[in-house]
Nanobody, 124 residues
Framework: QVQLVESGGGLVQAGGSLRLSCAAS????????MGWFRQAPGKEREFVAS????????VYADSVKGRFAISRDNAKKTVYLQMHSLKPEDTAVYYC?????????????????WGQGTQVTVSS
């Protein structure tokens, strides 16, 4: 079992930055591949970024490539999403998720564990 708790969301002006954190419980966090997803009002949940258990591979949605960076600290059992150059269209609830084995880390249904989400609001 893995429990995930996101933090770091808030209100920021366009062009600003935020860093989201996702703290995990459980002894095997380092074995899990991690992802960040987001869901805006009236829209489906969408992939943002993923990182493999060893941090050797990261993948980003085209909409955030070059602006967001995913990283992890297995000793702290935490995964991060650093967000720069934020735009109003980045406004959403951001969720982190964990899965042991998957070849499709950009697919929400692949993930077994989810956090409760943290709200990010970008004002124009």
């Amino acid at each position: 079992q893995v429990q995930l708790v996101e933090s770091g969301g808030g209100l920021v002006q366009a062009g600003g930055s935020l860093r989201l954190s996702c703290a995990a419980s459980g002894r095997t966090f380092s074995s899990y591949n991690m992802g960040w997803f987001r869901q805006a009002p009236g829209k489906e949940r969408e992939f943002v970024a993923s990182i493999t258990w060893s941090a050797t591979s990261t993948v980003y949605a085209d909409s955030v490539k070059g602006r967001f960076a995913i990283s992890r600290d297995n000793a702290k059992k935490t995964v991060y999403l650093q967000m720069h150059s934020l735009k109003p269209e980045d406004t959403a609830v951001y969720y982190c998720a964990a899965v042991l084995y998957s070849r499709r880390l950009n697919v929400a249904d692949e993930y077994d564990y989810w956090g409760q989400g943290t709200q990010v609001t970008v004002s124009s």
